[in-house]
């Protein structure tokens, strides 16, 4: 058994190259408002440089179809975050603020979304995000016992840069979880 690991809101080819260094399966990048936000451009000269077996995550708000596909096709991407449709292969769950739909930093009710969201989830790949932390992130998939966990502003020294030794606690305490529950 494992664990599928995003590292989410990269703005730079270090901090991408650093996370697939660490042992991610995924980087993310944000399109949408965000202190994180990057261009197609900027992705597409970062995807460029990181290997094909890692997946390179778009996240969009609000956007529509036409414009997401343009952007996957110019920047490289090799899947997408959005709103749910019938197409759906996994479901993120996050927290939101008032202000912003994610990257808050704040965590939800875990023993409560057990009990919901992942108790029930069937064959679909529920994704654990909002307020993870390499502090934290061993409980979560305890508790949750998520397909894949998803983390930004838990492993950044600042709004959208990477710190280094947070992004490698967090694979680390990942995985651990994960040969722990086997």
Known sequence: ??????ICGNTSLADARMAVDAG???????????PRNVTVSEVAAISAHLP???????VFVDTVLEDIYS?????????????????????LVDSRTATSVGGTGVAFDWAEARKTIFGDAGKLKLIAAGGLSPANVKKAIATLRPWGVDVVSGVEAAPGRKDASKVHEFVKMARAAVRKRK
Do not use: C, Y
């Open 52 to 58: 094909s077996t890692v997946e390179k995550i778009g």
């Open 1 to 6: 058994m494992s664990i599928w690991i995003k």
């Open 71 to 91: 952007t996957v096709r110019a920047s490289g991407l090799t899947g997408v975050q959005h709103a749910a449709n019938p197409h759906v292969d996994g479901v």
């Open 24 to 34: 991610a399966d995924a980087v993310g990048f944000v399109f949408a408002p965000s």
